[in-house]
């Protein structure tokens, strides 16, 4: 086959994306809030492109992409032409009114929330606080629709692996963190769990807890396990919590990788229990 068979592909690679990107930002700053169509386009438009790169590399450069200074601080300058919400103080696309105040969408939920919480017979401030912190974080999912409830409650546990969902108040998810996790690392390209990592979200989780987090991931991973001595545990603190790593003594090697669908027994073998 020559190689006239295959079109050249001039699409620009993602490294000349995110500095067109970089570029075109700065001398107009507004374009980071337009839609990446536009954005393609402007980068071609304004010459910092020969050719529209695709959608999807836009879509990367626009996550990775350092902003200037003055639009991190006073957010886009089109803001200064938005009216500022009563509540946060921020600017805002869409005020609604409250109580005789004009405020943002994030703060009408956030009051909602908390009117309807103490409406409720939820008492436990864990669950308060993780409750309004939650909703102030989080895009609007329309929650009053049983249908979105049940998909919400079905992906929960996986999208938010540090919390619980408790239950619903009206169409507000009452959730609280949890005081430990369990999560599986694995190896890069492969779907074998290199680690089983703990993070100890709470100084109340309690050891027996942390110990059946542990025994859960190996049974459902289905995996090795030796006596105490055959295993390796490190732990860091990260993110505000204690984090413990347990695996096998050594790493597989990345070569052997490819062809492993099961984990290879005996050598590479998890602590039968930890101890933490
Ligand atoms: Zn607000």
Redesign the pocket.
Known sequence: MSSGDIPPNDDPSPEEVLEALQEAIINNPRLADMPVEEIARQLVLEAHLHQEPPLALVEVALDNIDLPLYLVEDGPKADAELDS??????P?VSLVELEGDR??D???AVFWTAQMLQKSDVADEAEIIATLAFISQNKYENLRDEKNRVTFSQNFDQKYPSFELIRFVEDIPVIRLRKAVAEVVRYKGSKLPQRIRLRILSKFARQDEVKELYRRVLEQENLPIAPDSRGSVSWQYADGHLVVDVGPREDIHSTRLEGLDKYPPRRFAFLSHCRT
């Open positions: 919400c009563d509540a946060c103080g921020l805002s405020v943002c994030r703060c009408d």
